[in-house]
């Protein structure tokens, strides 16, 4: 009676290993075209320190992809707000939207509740730099006034008042930040910054949502 119960666990098992795999981002081609400004942040991650490992099951995919952007700052400098799901991901002029100075955010519906696994996200490579007080959270309130989950925050002396955040500032480059998306569900993804070191501005080139509808 007890053999049957075991091998339909370990082929459950070997159902579920075989339904995932590692989350790989596409990163674009490098091409830095300017100097960077110096760089003084006390929670500035060692350079090329690995992207966290995320298994997804093989029905992920980037939901983010076309779906509407809007922003704390509706009239953007230079680009417009679908760049940020459009796909483009190049470092180049006519890939970025710039949001003017101070916290800014962007935020993405994906029109449904989705399960979140993990999230990539391009500020700006053209040159090495990193953005200030970078927040991503999501919810299912498009006001993100309840239910809001925190996803990262590297926002160490709480400069943003929305919390002190343990997560580490990072160099931008081309392979972008993958942020673990801890399975939450939700519909909304907001994505905050506060300026870079180089400047007060803030940019976008990308953010891919990867995840799956909940059922």
Not at 56 to 63: I, R, Y
Not at 91 to 106: K, P, T
Not at 128 to 139: C, E, F, G, N
Not at 165 to 176: F, M, S, T, V, W
């Amino acid at each position: 009676m007890i053999r049957p119960l075991i091998f339909t666990a370990l082929a459950t098992c070997a159902t579920v290993a075989l339904a995932e795999s590692k989350l790989e981002l596409e990163f674009p081609p490098p091409k830095v075209t300017s100097t960077p400004a110096p760089i003084k942040l006390s929670n500035l991650e060692a350079p090329n320190t690995p992207a966290p490992d995320i298994m997804v099951p093989n029905d992920v995919t980037n939901v983010a992809a076309g779906k509407t952007v809007t922003s704390s700052d509706p009239w953007p400098i230079i680009g417009e707000l679908d760049m940020v799901t459009d796909g483009d991901k190049e470092s180049e002029d006519g890939y970025y939207v710039e949001l003017g100075e101070m916290q800014q955010w962007v935020q993405i519906d994906l029109e449904s509740e989705t399960e979140i696994f993990g999230i990539g996200l391009w500020h700006y490579h053209a040159q090495p730099r990193a953005y200030l007080d970078v927040i991503v959270q999501v919810s299912n309130d498009p006001e993100f006034a309840s239910g809001v989950t925190t996803l990262f925050n590297n926002d160490n002396d709480n400069s943003s008042d929305m919390g002190r955040g343990e997560d580490p500032a990072y160099l931008e480059k081309n392979y972008g930040r993958l942020i673990p998306g801890k399975q939450a569900k939700a519909r909304y993804v907001r994505l905050y910054s506060n300026g870079n070191t180089s400047d007060g501005l803030n940019h976008y080139i990308e953010v891919e949502v990867f995840g799956r509808p909940v059922e």
